[in-house]
């Protein structure tokens, strides 16, 4: 137990994430020593997980608005039109410092923040996602570490009955010390029934709903915010646990209660738990605020004012409610079985003012908390620019099909089946395209609208050059929902990076911001919601730049989606986009040639909205079988994936030019690019109309037989690509 004593030391300050001249400016601000509970929360609202201290700057420059724009970053989640009076609610977290030190609990608790942040804001979650970054699969830790996120992940969302229809998983040596695990969840609401978190009025009851308060998560925000080193597993106890039956228990609570009219704001009970969730209502309404501890539901006997504050114990929520339905509020709750608890009152002071065991142990101003945090303009230097890798410099395999079955049998290419199938995602029975696909799609009720969800960044492409690695980050989002034929809406980031008080950090940070902020504009593609995640590094080494993107389509018809599969013998293949041959930080280099060099390959964003809207057409139309964007290996990657989804082979065709060089033209990683298959007398259609177009279009196959052969050079069985596709992860994980 940690007694409210405590002296006030240069130490206990450094030991709260606070620098000399941050307790300064604390200082300066109440005009005394804080106590120390009044230090937690400093630490807790100060630190960059909460504050946004060193990315608020830069986060201000992205595009966030549009004509479907409901509610934009600000809020627990973004919130879009959808038609109908319908919206949806989305957002994507990071949980990674808790996921290396605790991977089960870690990503548990992931899952359940980012599920409350959707049903917070009024909507019921229909959908959930996940990218996660595991160190390479020979480090001591990584077997382990994936082992428990992914039954974290699946323990979680599995029990609480959403979805998970999609997600990334990929290897590399440089998240060995700092795993990622960012979840995605979104939501489905009426346009006329959110819920924000800006408290109003004076004299309003603040009320603890949810499961009772532990020990469990304190400092995890401040946790969050900080480097690992060789002692991080010391950081265990500011892991939360979670119960995904209790959270069950809330969403079912919290709605219903939402259709009383008794609710006035609301707010998950996130990181920093009470402190941030009570600071943020009361300062968003210009209100202050008082909490009585006493009457905050508590699970261990004995619990300081500074435990309570800053506990993240999960399954909480703050509301603010209209007091004349107090008890009818409660009623409801009760019924569910929760505690339902008035710890507070809305005042008119602007103060924010904690009480305990009839003491005084906080009274802070409650703008001050949050509006005088610290923003820094950190200083940043832009990132070394690599030169292109010339395809004729890079020798071909001497057999391409061995090459074909490395890659798709490579850690980054392999099947996710492993992952997958200990995810439910078909529960709720709205599922139209499950994980493995560009994008997963969930029919929206009984009708024929539907949404796509994807995620996407190439984080090897954000090293080599941050401003084209964030540009393609969003351009791919965009392409995986156009090839599933969603119109792309909107999108929610994770900005995950390394320390950003290190120039060529915060240069890597600010390069991706630009290159997104571009992309978004370019595709009418707005960010509404996201979280920055900063100081993953351990020992000074840093992860990958890794600005994953969450997006999110809408189909007017999900009996129109299509998939990756070929889906009958005959259908002629189609290449959309041009083919440089891009080598460049390609899979290819990396797994055939041990090489991680070059330039990725350049954005070229009118094409790809060219290219994008005329394949969104085509599938609008019905006009075709199958779709597939290509990234990662190119195009007989891509073609591998749709022939092992169709359970069917094809006949492939060489350009008759040699340029770029074969190897360059089957394996490069050019943007901008779909296969898509149609009937031949479709396609001679399509060919002539994409010309007119100006999209770049060619006839390079026809699907059928049991093989994938290419012209002379390779002829495989789907047989054995399936077997080289599949066996890569059941392997990794049997291993001793």
């Known amino acids: 137990m940690i007694p409210n004593d405590i002296k006030i030391t240069p130490e206990l300050v450094r030991d709260h ?3 000399p001249d941050e307790y300064q400016r604390i200082l300066d601000l109440i005009g005394r020593e804080p106590t120390l509970t009044e230090l937690g929360i400093f630490s807790a609202m100060w630190n960059e997980h909460c504050s946004y201290k060193s990315s608020k700057k830069w986060l201000k420059t992205l595009p966030t608005s549009g004509p479907r724009v409901v509610q934009g970053p600000g809020e627990n989640a973004g919130v879009v039109d959808i038609g109908d009076g319908d919206v949806v609610v989305f957002k994507m977290e990071s949980h990674n410092h808790p996921s290396y030190i605790e991977p089960y609990q870690g990503a548990a608790t992931g899952v359940g923040g980012i599920l409350r942040d959707v049903f917070t804001m009024g909507a019921r979650p229909v ?65 006329d029934g959110i819920f924000l978190s800006k408290a109003e009025g004076v004299g309003m009851p603040v009320v603890y709903l949810g499961s009772k308060t ?50 006035i704001a609301i707010q998950d009970m996130g990181a920093a738990g009470l402190t941030c969730s009570a600071v943020e209502m009361g300062a968003k309404g210009d209100l202050g605020l008082e909490l009585d501890l006493d009457k905050v539901p508590c699970r261990e006997p004995g619990m300081t004012a500074y435990e309570m504050m800053l506990s993240e114990s999960q399954e ?50 409650i703008k001050d908390l949050g509006d005088q945090a610290p923003e820094y303009d950190r200083p940043w230097v832009e990132s070394a620019r690599r030169e292109p890798v010339d395809p004729a410099s890079v020798p ?163 009996t129109k989606s299509v998939g990756i599969g070929f889906r009958a013998d005959g259908d002629t293949i189609i290449l959309v986009g041009d083919t440089a041959g891009w080598l460049g930080q390609s899979v290819f280099l990396r797994e055939i040639h041990g090489r991680e060099d070059g330039a990725p390959p350049p954005v070229d964003l009118a094409a790809e909205k060219r290219n994008g809207d005329f394949v969104r057409r085509l599938i609008d139309e019905g006009r075709v079988g199958a779709v597939h964007d290509l990234s990662d290996g190119g195009l007989l990657v891509g073609l591998a994936e749709m022939a092992m989804a169709g359970g069917r082979g094809a006949a492939v065709t060489l350009p008759d030019r040699r340029t770029p060089p074969l190897h360059a033209y089957l394996f490069g990683e050019d943007q901008a690019r779909y ?23 060619t006839m390079i196959g026809s699907v059928g037989g049991r093989s994938l052969a290419v012209a002379d050079r390779l002829a495989i069985s789907v047989e054995t690509l399936t077997e080289a596709h599949e066996n890569w992860f059941p392997r990794f994980m049997a291993a001793a």
Request: charge should be negative; charged fraction near 20%.
């Open 17 to 19: 994430g606070l620098k």
């Open 127 to 191: 959908a959930a996602m996940n990218a996660l970054r595991f160190g390479a699969p020979d480090h001591p830790k990584t077997r382990h570490i994936v082992s428990g996120v992914v039954a974290g992940i699946g323990g979680y969302g599995n029990s609480f009955g959403v979805p998970t229809v999609g997600g990334e998983v990929n290897f590399h040596p440089r998240y060995n010390g700092n795993c990622l695990v960012n979840a995605f969840a979104a939501g489905l609401a009426r346009k």
């Open 214 to 263: 532990g020990r469990d998560g304190i400092h995890g925000a401040t946790m969050a915010s900080a480097e690992f080193d060789d002692n991080s597993e010391e950081k265990r106890p500011t892991v939360q646990v979670g119960d995904p039956f209790s959270e069950k228990l809330l969403l079912e609570a919290c709605l219903e209660l939402m259709t009383t009219g008794a609710v």
């Open 316 to 365: 909480r929520m703050l509301m603010v409610l209209h007091p004349e339905k107090e008890a009818e509020a409660e009623a409801v709750f009760r019924k569910w079985g929760l505690d339902f608890a008035v710890v507070g009152r809305t005042t008119d002071t602007l103060r924010f003012v904690v009480r305990h065991q009839g003491e005084v142990m906080a009274d802070l101003p």
């Open 396 to 558: 071909e395999p001497a057999d391409y099909g061995q090459a074909l079955l490395t890659l798709i049998g490579s850690p980054d290419l392999a099947s996710r089946r492993w992952v997958v199938e200990q995810y439910d995602h078909f529960v709720q029975g709205n599922t139209v395209q499950h994980p493995g696909g560009d994008a997963g799609v969930v029919r929206i009720d009984d009708g024929r609208k539907g949404l796509a969800f994807t995620c996407d960044v190439t984080p090897r492409y954000c090293e080599a050059d941050p401003f084209e690695g964030g540009k393609q980050a969003i351009a791919e989002a965009w392409r995986n929902l156009t090839a599933v034929g969603a119109l792309p809406l909107a999108v929610t980031d994770n900005l995950n990076f390394g320390n950003p008080e290190r120039p060529e950090i915060m240069g890597q940070f600010v390069g991706c911001i630009k290159g997104i902020g571009e992309a978004c504009r370019a595709l009418d593609f707005p960010v509404v919601s996201g979280n920055v995640s900063l100081y993953n590094e351990t020992n000074g080494q840093a992860i990958l730049p890794t600005p994953a993107i969450g997006g999110v389509g809408l189909l007017a018809d999900v």
């Open 675 to 697: 296969v898509l298959t149609a009937s031949p007398a479709e396609a001679a259609h399509i060919l002539v109309e994409a010309a007119m177009a100006g999209v770049p279009a």
